[in-house]
């Protein structure tokens, strides 16, 4: 009879574990934050550092060209927003003013759409256009600021790499031999399993913004906006911010265009482009790229994005679908979180009787985890 009973210890143990992770996480996110994406960026690379050992045969130097070569791209990168950066810069005096009469030829049009007297569309336009113009750049400032400082975080991500890569034998080893003999094949399946979740997720992610890249950029230089690589790319790159990311991107070209703008159809083109881009991004170019393997439903990322957000900031929502993902492919491995994997994956909206056709089964059972011993 105790069994089939769930135990209370167990159930009191496994809260008080979460919340104590949750509270670690917290307050070690200077040092955990870097060292997330350390292994995150570590995975992405070890099948190029695998290659330059085969011509390399001392490790250190092998993993030292191996950085090297992926951090060519990333300057180019660089060399590239920064100089557009400087360009978009020397617009800015004009922006606010021009902002500010754009921003109120659209209040009075609003005005005279849904009948707000005069002193109301005034009293408005005051309290609302400053906020507008400011939560872009209060967003962004909070979100550089949340882990000490960008380039702290960024030194350390890159040494944190290094050694990743430099003793992956040995923590591969550690891992195994924590295991019985017996059951290292399924561990160093998993293994490979995270690693392959890892690798599809960030090649996947570069490429999908490299294509929501050139589309933007395209789309933004038709309608007539100036510096349409730098709001292209920059929509792109800030798309890998779930959700938030993606309103982000198209708001800032949408105020550049807002303010800079020599047809008042532009500003409703950009608003149009947008939308159509991140339309195919989430039908048809995600999916395709990346694949179901990495793809977790909506509610789940929603979830994760807040959950991020409240612990580590910027650094948490960008982590928070690869880190849900891999945890999506971990509790497949075991019976009892089966169920609660595949609620965590977008194939619930394909069969909604999967969970009762596959999972109806007493080991299969939340509550067995549970359970006393």
């Known amino acids: 009879m105790q069994t089939n009973t769930v135990s ?9 574990l979460i919340f104590l992770a949750v509270y670690l996480l917290i307050i070690g996110q200077t040092i955990l934050a870097p060292l997330a994406f350390g292994a995150l960026f570590a995975f992405m690379l070890k099948p190029v550092c695998s290659f330059v050992e085969r011509w390399i045969k001392w490790r250190m130097l092998a993993v030292l060209v191996t950085m090297l070569v992926a951090s060519l791209p990333l300057i180019g990168v660089t060399m590239f927003f920064s100089t557009q950066f400087v360009n978009v810069v020397k617009d800015m005096p004009s922006i606010k003013e021009k902002l500010n009469a754009g921003a109120t030829t659209l209040y009075e049009w609003a005005q005279k759409l849904f009948g707000y007297t005069e002193a109301q569309t005034d009293q408005f336009i005051s309290e609302q256009i400053p906020k507008l113009m400011d939560a872009p750049l209060s967003f962004l400032g909070v979100g550089v600021s949340s ?47 995270i690693q392959k979740v890892i690798q599809k997720y960030l090649y996947g992610l570069l490429l999908v913004i490299l294509i929501m890249g050139i589309m933007n950029s395209a789309g933004l230089a038709i309608i ?30 949408f105020l550049y265009a807002l303010a800079t703008a020599s047809h008042s159809w532009q500003p409703v083109a950009v608003v149009i482009l947008f939308i159509t881009v991140q339309a195919l991004e989430g039908n048809l170019i995600t999916p395709n790229v990346v694949g179901s393997t990495v793809k977790v439903n909506p509610l789940a990322a929603i979830v994760a994005l807040l959950v991020g957000a409240k612990i580590w900031g910027i650094a948490g929502m960008v982590l ?15 019976d009892t979180w089966k169920p609660v994997g595949f609620l965590l994956s977008d194939e619930i909206a394909e069969d909604h009787d999967t ?9 299969f059972r939340l509550r067995n985890f549970f359970k006393r011993k």
């Open 147 to 193: 882990s000490t400082t960008f380039f702290t975080g960024f030194f350390l991500t890159v040494i944190y790499i290094f050694l990743f890569l430099l003793y992956r034998s040995a923590f591969k080893n550690f891992v195994l031999v924590q295991s019985e003999k017996n059951n290292r094949d399924k561990v160093a399946g998993l293994m490979k399993k």
């Open 320 to 334: 928070s679908l690869p880190a849900t993902a891999l945890l999506k492919e971990y509790l497949k491995q075991f």
């Open 355 to 363: 969970i009762k056709k596959r999972w109806d089964n007493e080991r």
């Open 8 to 16: 209370l210890q167990r159930l009191t143990y496994f809260t008080i």
């Open 224 to 253: 007539g906006i100036r510096h349409a690589m730098f709001w292209g790319f920059l929509a792109a790159t800030l798309a890998i911010i779930p959700y938030v990311g993606t309103f982000l991107g198209g708001l800032l070209p």
